[in-house]
């Protein structure tokens, strides 16, 4: 899938419902955009610890934790401020 002119990819189980999952990869990309202002590939290379940060909010052993844009905004930033 190509979005904001980066590629992702994501590998799901045969059973699993892939249009969810292209759901959840636009999903995360849209964080992502939101959390970088508009998001490039130099944004993953020097914060990749962020985006690390950004999967484990909206995944969990590779399932679906979290949807909500906001929630994960709103817990990224908190965690930001940690810094």
Do not use: P, W
């Amino acid at each position: 899938m190509r979005y904001a002119g980066l590629y992702f990819c994501i590998c799901v189980d045969v059973t699993d419902n892939n249009l969810a999952y292209l759901e959840a990869i636009h999903n995360f990309v849209e964080v992502l955009n939101e959390y970088f202002h508009n998001v490039c590939e130099l944004d993953l290379v020097f914060n990749f610890y962020k985006v690390y940060t950004v999967v484990d909010e909206m995944f969990l052993a590779g399932e679906i934790r979290e949807t909500s844009q906001t929630k994960v905004l709103k817990q990224l930033l908190m965690l930001q401020s940690l810094e």
